[in-house]
């Protein structure tokens, strides 16, 4: 079993839809998570960092971790086309090393 | 937060041969990190690369094979030594940025390698 698990996708949705990606995890000793978008041919851009338990909202991005059950979502409302990326997401126990999915590919249509 | 470059963007290569990734960072930064993302896999960690001591390197990734130098606080390079086609891969370089005292992870744009 992997320490992160994520549906790579691709998930399509239309335009002005509200997206919810998801990631669960076996290791109870993580406390940091992390939601990258990565444009192909372009490096991971941090998104949204959330350290424990709760949710973390930046614009149309909300980020939602919930320890008890090992699972992190990200929802992104109003969705664009210009969101069409692969969605990474990463946790950490602390001590800088990060455990990545495998990323969910996103595509927004007009 | 930190702004970070790679050289070569891309590259292709003969097996048997090796290559030096450079990254460079703008700013000064003690934690830089160095990792692989095959295709259809997460992004792994190669190693870790603090200034002025030897990296630290992640389980089935060797020193023989993965050099690293990390000679200052804005740069480093990745060698990949006597490459063979299973080395064809992503590698990026991200930092930690210590400004905020979080585990925040900025990276760079990656470089594509294709091994012949």
Redesign the interface.
Known sequence: Q?E?EQD?GPLSVPEGAIVSLNCTYSNSAFQ?F?W?RQYS??????LM?T?SSGNKEDGRFTAQVDKSSKYISLFIRDSQPSDSATY?C?M?A?F????????TRLLVSP | ?AV?SQKPSRDICQRGTSLTIQCQVDSQVT?M?WYRQQP??????IA?ANQGSEATY?SGFVIDKFPISRPNLTFSTLTVSNMSPEDSSIY?CSV?DPQDG?????????T?LTVT
Do not use: N
């Open positions: 992997k992160v790579p940091y992390m990258y041919r372009k490096g991971p851009e941090l960092y350290y990474l990463a950490s602390g800088q090393k990060l455990v990545f999915g495998t990323g | 937060s970070i934690m990190f259809g896999q997460s992004l792994t960690l870790t992640e990026l930690e979080t585990y925040e992870q900025y990276f760079g744009p990656g594509r």
